[in-house]
């Protein structure tokens, strides 16, 4: 009874092989053992390595489309791959076997917080390849994510699997590639052009001083506020040059202080300067110097009697003053070195103080520090920083975020400056007078809650360059933020030469990564052969099923015989 029944039901497949797939294949499907569920597509945010031009020489990273199979950077295999790995396991030397292999992209995983990687590390490791990286142009596509943990189980996943080009056999090579779960990498969208007409913003104000504006001479305090590392969205910048720009905030809040009051009115003029595009060789500060100095309409720095610049002034014990031309005695830049000396050594005992001397040196594409930009043009100035040398790894760099910044040591460093500043101008030049330089103080006394809240703000997002747009907040909030304690303030642009342009941005810095949960090619193919086997027996058991009747009848009869 059982096999008529199945008779007539295989009867209606008999003749139809298609209809026979659209049967059997979902019943394959429903019998199939179960395996774990996982994710078919992730996507998140990559940002993409710096990529400009400056002096006509192009840098960073030239492309930026992605769709590759994704593999770890200890793959023996990287052609046309995209590696995938964490910070501290990049070093320069594999980089360059990674371009000599012809990678396809490199996808590098960066943790929330760079305080997670011991300080050794990351010097060792990353600070040291950063500047490279940087300092030459890549086809390679080069990205950045932060670690999720759908990333991690990514990197785990082709970490852990087997690694079919280091099988020892070919059939061992072939069952790995079967099994594997891989992931494509992929970036849609066009490639990076050109943002043309891209504007540097830099903003200004000042503080007249008693008397006769146009007669008096002036103190320029300037600070770049831009930020730069290996990719701009990550680029936070605290130490250099956050600490800058707070301290440039601190400084105008407490000096029109004292200009509001007729008994504490210098005859000086206090001029103050946040220049974009410091880190693109000072393009705001140049541009700045040619609109007050090359032309006849203004007369900001026709008598100006030094320029300051700071530069990374947020952490250590250390001050150091770097000078184009060591001063001569009795000139203007030897006296307000010789005031900053005193006070620190008066103050901060343990502040140690030196000079710094490096010739300009024009054949480099890049100059050093800001005050060279007025030195080329004959103008006293100086760069304040706690860093000895313009080439130190810590001074522009991802890893240059909150932690880099010790608001103590930058409320100090504050205090220092404003202080010989004040001693200049007020022509207090006593040395045996230590209560004299205790100017800022009490209700005067430099603020360490507004230092901290404009060094949060600062450090919140990232201020390079090519992110800077015209109706930026930042942009906003600094022009505000001098507006309460300067005059005049106001800000310009610089947009680099049509014809011979002195640098250039590109878009396509931030892009939505996808990973797809994939089999390899192989793995279609043996579920394709498989599938065919199997609607084979199927199909020939459905044409021949009276045989294969006759054959199980015989098969029941025998065992029937045998019971009895």
């Not at 049967?23 to 993409?48: G, K, N, Q, Y």
């Not at 720095?301 to 700071?310: R, T």
């Not at 199997?534 to 459905?542: E, N, W």
Request: glycine share 4%; with cysteine.
């Amino acid at each position: 009874m059982l096999f008529d029944e199945a008779n007539e039901v295989f009867e209606m497949f008999k003749g139809s092989f298609p209809l026979s797939v659209l049967f059997f294949v979902p019943v394959l499907i429903l019998i199939s053992p179960c395996v774990p569920v996982v994710d078919a597509a992730h996507e998140f945010t990559a940002f993409r390595m710096q990529q400009y031009d400056l002096h006509g020489t192009p840098y960073g990273c030239r492309n930026a489309l992605v769709n590759m199979e994704a593999r770890p950077i200890d793959s023996s295999v990287a052609t046309r791959r995209c590696i995938i790995t964490r910070l501290t396991e990049l070093n320069i030397d594999r980089y360059r076997e990674l371009v000599e292999q012809a990678a396809g992209a490199i996808l590098i995983l960066i943790p929330p917080t760079l305080n997670s990687i011991s300080k050794e590390e990351l010097e060792q490791n990353w600070l040291e390849m950063e500047p490279q990286l940087m300092a030459e142009q890549t086809n390679v596509p080069i990205y950045f994510a932060y670690e999720d943990e759908t990333l991690l189980e990514i990197y785990d996943s082709i970490q852990n699997a087997v690694n079919s080009d280091q099988a020892a056999s070919a059939a061992e090579a072939l069952l790995s590639a079967v099994y594997a779960n891989g992931f494509q990498m992929v970036v849609n969208g066009p490639q990076a052009k050109v943002v043309k007409d891209m504007p540097i913003f830099s903003i200004q104000g000042k503080l007249s001083g008693l008397g006769i504006e146009d007669q008096l001479p002036t103190i320029a305090i300037v600070t770049h506020y831009d930020s730069f590392g290996v990719a701009p969205h990550l680029s936070f910048g605290a130490d250099s040059n956050g600490s800058g720009v707070v301290a440039l905030l601190e400084l105008a809040r407490l000096f029109s202080k004292l200009y509001t009051s007729s008994r504490t009115h210098a005859k000086f003029n206090l001029l103050f300067l946040l220049s974009g595009g410091g880190k693109f060789n000072y393009q705001g500060t140049k541009k700045w110097i040619e609109d007050n100095v090359e032309t006849a309409d203004s007369s900001l720095l026709s008598d100006v009697a030094y320029v300051l610049c700071l530069d990374s002034i947020g952490s250590g014990d250390s001050i150091y003053f770097h000078v184009s031309k060591p001063p001569k005695e009795g000139s203007v830049p030897y006296a307000v070195i010789e005031e900053i000396k005193t006070v620190a050594g008066a103050l901060y005992p343990s502040v140690n103080f030196s000079m710094v001397h490096k010739k300009i040196n024009l054949a480099d594409d890049l100059l050093a520090w800001e005050h060279e930009r007025f030195s080329i043009k004959r103008l006293p100035a100086g760069t304040l920083s706690h860093l000895q040398s313009h080439k130190s790894l810590h001074r522009n760099t991802i890893a240059d975020d909150r932690s880099s910044v010790d608001v103590d040591k930058l409320c100090r460093n504050i205090k220092i400056i404003g202080e010989a500043v004040a001693r200049y101008i007020y022509n207090i030049n006593d040395k045996n007078q230590t209560d004299e330089m205790h100017i800022f103080t009490d209700a005067l006394a430099v603020n360490r809650d507004f230092v901290a809240s404009w060094l949060d703000y600062i450090v919140s997002f990232p201020r390079a360059a090519p992110l800077i747009k015209k109706d930026h907040h930042l942009l906003q909030t600094l022009e505000q933020g001098m507006g309460r304690y300067l005059k005049e303030v106001r800000k310009f642009t610089v947009k680099a030469d049509k014809r011979d342009p002195e640098f250039a941005f590109y878009d396509g810095l931030s892009f939505t990564m996808f990973a797809y949960n994939v089999k390899p090619a192989v793995f279609d193919l043996f579920l394709a052969l498989g599938i065919a086997a199997y609607l084979t027996v199927i199909y020939f058991a459905v044409t021949n099923f009276s045989f294969l009747y006759e054959i199980l009848k015989n098969m029941s009869r025998s065992v029937k015989v045998k019971e009895q």
